[in-house]
């Protein structure tokens, strides 16, 4: 059946099978790979993108129950080249290693700070619950969303990479 | 990867229209809320409806609100919605405790009150919820609505009182003023089901426990409760001994069974733990003890 609904803020239309998974229409038929595919059973986080402005795991919604609202993927966190300051927090607080989780970490981060620019450490930890890190411990991943909190205003920014070095 | 089996989607438009589906296609036809229990059985061909019908655009049926004498929460409440109203964390803490600790916050933006009832699964927390408080549910046909007692709503793992084509549309909770409330529960890891949970709420008149509700998950507990530990304690003090003498009643009265979340006799233990310390918590706050 055919879907129309705007992700990161363009329009799409695609005709697809009810069955299809959100997680594998951003994946397979828009081909935007940053959103991850992990346990496919709503446990580990690494497919949060935003439906209509909240975190949701996309394995566990269908591509046709998004048809007529808006999807926002980790590929909309950087604008004109420009990190978002919970991408940079992870780049300086080493908040990653294998990055498999961090997709959705940083999805799931970026709404925290839009509703509580000052989270304390418990606040992090509670708002993470939903996404698994098999690498960092946390530790980091905490640092870096405080990092981000202490930076909302984007300071010290560095460039984005461009974005061939990114898919390499 | 997991697919689940071809379905016709339908996206209702009101409640009328569900109905009207649900009426056109009896028994093939399946409602869903947040998708979060339905979708996962689906990808393991558990469920294979021949057709799914999304309610997410009925947002007219997420409400909390004072109706009368009871507080109505609609169906498409979202656990998120649950853990953040200041309505209910004035009347009952109790949906706060549980809400806390129900699945992760990104499964609770999906998760709606009426997808939970109607899942009846045996770790259900809100079924525990509904249970302690005695809720009402209400059912909505083609004919009209109807009220089923939160307590006779469960006829059984993943069956309840809502036929072919009917659908829950909201939850009632009667307002008990001065009711102190909690829910606690024990799980594996931050986001699993249940190894087991309690949940209570008590009125109390002076020292005396005027009116009581408990409710357990995970198990085995008829209804989601312990009718002999609720009658035990009403009319009595609210003491220390007889809360304690209350938990053993909800220990012997459940019928937990052994599997990866632990055995038995640990389940037992957690029933009558658990209970005591939400009873305990519910007393503490009914006085103002404690927040
Ligand atoms: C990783 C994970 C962890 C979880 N942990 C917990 C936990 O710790 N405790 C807990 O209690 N739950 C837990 N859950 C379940 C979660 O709370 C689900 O959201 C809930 O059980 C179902 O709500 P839903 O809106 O997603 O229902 P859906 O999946 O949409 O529907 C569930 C069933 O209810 C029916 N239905 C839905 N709405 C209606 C209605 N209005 N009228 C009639 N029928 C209806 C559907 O047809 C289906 O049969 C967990 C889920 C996941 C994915
Ligand atoms: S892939 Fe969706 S939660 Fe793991
Ligand atoms: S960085 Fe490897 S899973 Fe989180």
């Known amino acids: ?97 294998c990055g498999f989780c961090t997709p959705g970490m940083l999805m799931t981060a970026r709404w925290l700070l839009d509703h509580d ?5 418990n606040t992090i930890r509670e708002a993470i619950a939903g996404n698994v890190c098999r690498c960092t411990g946390y530790e980091n991943i905490v640092r870096s969303i405080r990092w981000a909190a202490a930076h909302a205003d984007g300071a010290e920014q560095q460039a984005a990479p461009a974005t061939d070095e990114v898919t390499a | 990867m997991q697919v689940p089996a071809p379905f016709d989607y339908e996206r209702a438009t009101s409640v009328d229209h569900v109905l009207t589906l649900l009426a056109e296609r009896p028994g093939d036809a399946r409602i869903v809320a947040g998708g979060h229990s339905l979708l996962p059985m689906m990808k393991l061909r558990l469920a294979q409806p021949e057709m799914l019908i999304d309610i997410n655009d009925l947002t007219d049926l997420d409400y909390i609100r004072v109706d009368g004498d009871e507080i109505a929460i609609g169906a498409m409440t979202r656990h998120a919605g649950l853990l953040s109203s200041a309505l209910l964390g004035e009347h009952y803490r ?39 408080l005695r809720a009402t549910v209400v059912i909505q046909s083609a004919t009209g609505r109807r009220t089923v007692d939160a307590r006779d709503f469960h006829q059984g793992p993943y069956e309840t009182a809502v036929g072919d084509a009917e659908m829950l549309v909201e939850v009632r909770v009667p307002i008990r003023p001065g009711a102190g409330s909690a829910y606690e529960k024990v799980e594996r890891r931050a986001g699993d089901w249940a190894v087991a949970s309690a949940g209570a709420f008590v009125q109390l008149d002076g020292d005396t426990i005027k009116d009581v509700g408990l409710g357990l998950t995970a198990v085995g507990a008829p209804h989601f409760t ?16 007889n809360v304690a003498a209350a938990a053993q009643l909800c220990h012997d009265a459940c019928q937990p069974q052994a599997d990866q979340r632990g055995p038995e006799d640990y389940k037992r233990h957690l029933a009558r733990e658990l209970s005591r310390r939400v009873l305990t918590t519910s007393i503490a706050r009914a006085r103002g003890e404690q927040s």
């Open chain 1, 1 to 97: 059946m055919q879907v129309t609904m705007t992700v990161n803020g363009n329009e799409v239309t695609e005709d697809i099978e009810p069955r299809l998974l959100l997680v594998h229409f951003v994946r397979d038929v828009l081909g935007l790979t940053g959103t991850h595919w992990g346990c496919d059973t709503s446990n580990c986080g690494a497919c949060v993108l935003w439906l209509d402005d909240v975190p949701v795991k996309s394995c566990t919604t269908l591509a046709v129950m998004a048809s007529g609202r808006s999807v926002r993927t980790v590929e909309d966190l950087a604008q004109g080249g420009v990190l978002d300051p919970v991408q940079e927090g992870f780049m300086q607080e080493h908040g990653l290693q």
């Open chain 1, 117 to 121: 620019a000052d989270p304390d450490e």
């Open chain 2, 94 to 132: 109790i949906f706060r405790d549980a809400e806390r600790v129900i699945a992760d916050p990104i499964v609770r933006n999906r998760g709606t009150i009426g997808g939970s009832l109607c899942q009846a699964d045996p770790s259900e927390d809100l079924s525990a919820v509904a249970s302690a």
């Open chain 2, 226 to 241: 312990c009718v002999e530990a609720e009658e035990a304690l009403r009319g009595q003090a609210a003491s220390a001994e």
